[in-house]
């Protein structure tokens, strides 16, 4: 089937069929919808695929960001899509990092609004000691000087992501400001309990080199109540870039579950009650 024309909003675009299995990206701190390019072209041809931009990020990078807000932005972007379509129609949220802390924050306030989150680099829960790691990188965003960051992020970019993929990202541009208000909004948030309260299928991904987050994964691993992780070799924090066609493939598996767990939904609301 051939993908249909894509819908720009100014805060978020909306790619492939309609009445198609629901993708919504939520992309991490300093990027925008841009950054799920590999990933949106690879599945809007037989998905309805969302890519949202976050409040202080793209094309919304003069809004102030908070988590709140941010769980509110995604929420309307998915219910325009579900008002639009079946609102059974499956659904899969795919976060990375930021990404998925706003993920989680959305399923726990409403369980049934997703039938399977993929959750990647977001498995470092920022309380306590490890909110400081989260504020002094908000830190650095707001006193590192802008060029100098931005030449060293570019360099960065360019090289490790050849082919066209690097030069787009960084036309794009990258928000520190917004970045920065990002970090602040998680720290000291917990989101273990956020997990532990969406009762779909979570699909925890982590690079298999992102010292970062590796650390904590068991423990949201433990806490999902049908969690499974996926470690993918060789990949650092922004997995789906370093391992595209690896994460695509999760993102499919995932797909393929919410149909599943969406087929079940409408068995069970067209089975004649007994007695």
Sequence with gaps: MEAAAAAIDPRWTVSGPPGAPLVVFIHPTRMNRTYWTPQVQALSPSNRVLAVDLPGHGRLEQEHFTLPGAVTLVRAAIDSEHAAMDSGVPTVIVGLSLGGYVAMALAAESPGIADALVLAGSTAEPTGRRAHSFRALALAYDRTHRQMFDRLTDAFIRRRYPGGLGDLLVRSGFAYRGGSEALRS???????????AYPGTVVLVNGGRDVAMRPGERRFLGIARRGRLVTLPGAYHL???????????????????????????????GRPEVG
């Design 186 to 196: 998680l720290a000291g948030q917990p989101f273990l309990p956020r997990l532990a």
């Design 239 to 269: 997995s789906s870039l370093d391992r595209p066609t690896e994460f695509t493939a999760v993102i499919r598996t995932a797909i393929d579950e919410a149909v599943a767990a969406a087929d079940a939904r409408h068995s069970e609301l």
